[in-house]
């Protein structure tokens, strides 16, 4: 049996995921490589990564998806890590830059305007470099750990995640695992990876694990560990429950009405016979 491939998010909020992977025995079960949430769901869609952290808008474009349940990066509050930047107030915006490592950001910034703040709005692909994009535009998109690092004290920024919720009353998942069902026929048989991921989860979210990640990451990103902590533990939800499935599912719903997604698919999770569809 060959090793099942593992495309993982170079991020902060994604370290309590990976603490068995990093930290544990798990990784000798698995091929792991790092990079953006976009290339996450490229790699998986390509064939070249067997399980990703996939944007939730990904779901809806790459076929033959299971996901593994009960994981999630979402969040029931502000979430710090996804802001529109802006000039001016959200009605007064015309052009946005967009950071597209995270195809649900974009999405959900889409859903926005065009269900709450008007549409007509002109979207831009740019790096995340929130001085260049607001050089040229209204408003710019910045995801994960950048935008931990915006001075929010210079500009208007909104929490994308806490204007769903207010909006809505759901929360809002960004990401899930997600593993392509045709590679579980190489998969062990006695490989339990719906365990694996959620016990990789738990560990990770223990007090000894979040100071461990809070003493590695603070300083990579110019936080204090306490700031890191918080985010962690107060900002993002890492459980994929029945009320974050009804925010995506209604997430999906609004995307493809405004046409920010191409359709809105039955979610199919994986399961001790496999894969099953709820």
Request: net charge negative; hydrophobic share 45%; charged share 20%.
């Amino acid at each position: 049996m060959k090793r099942l491939r593992i495309s993982a998010i170079s991020y902060l909020n994604t370290a309590p995921l990976m603490w068995d992977f990093e930290h544990g025995q798990a990784a000798a079960d698995f091929d792991i490589s790092y990079t953006l949430p976009s290339q996450c769901a490229a790699n998986l869609r390509q064939g070249s990564a067997d399980i990703g952290i996939i944007p939730a808008a990904a779901y809806a474009s790459i076929p033959d998806l299971a996901i593994l349940p009960s994981v999630a990066i979402a969040s029931r509050r502000a979430v710090r890590s996804i802001l529109l930047v802006s000039k001016v107030p959200p009605e007064k915006i015309r052009t946005v830059a967009l950071d597209t490592s995270s195809m649900t950001s974009v999405a959900l910034t889409k859903v926005l305007f065009e269900k709450w703040w008007g549409g007509g709005r002109t979207f831009v692909a740019m790096p995340p470099d929130i001085e260049q994009m607001l050089q040229t535009h209204d408003a710019g998109l910045v995801i994960g750990d950048p935008a931990l690092r915006i001075n929010r004290s210079r500009y208007i920024t909104y929490d994308l995640a806490e204007e769903w919720i207010r909006l809505t009353g759901k929360p809002f998942v960004f990401a899930f695992w997600a593993v392509r069902q045709e590679a579980l026929k190489d998969a062990p048989r006695d490989l339990d990876l719906a365990a694996v991921f959620q016990e990789s989860r738990d560990h990770g979210l223990l007090p000894k694990s979040l100071d461990f990640v809070a003493s590695e990451w603070g300083p990579r990103l110019g936080l204090s560990e306490e700031n890191v902590k918080s985010y962690l533990t107060e900002n993002i939800h890492y459980f994929l429950d029945p009320a974050c499935l009804q925010g995506m599912e209604l997430f999906f719903k609004y995307a493809r009405e405004c046409g920010a997604l191409s359709s809105a698919p039955p979610l199919c999770f994986l399961d001790l016979a496999k894969a099953a569809v709820i």
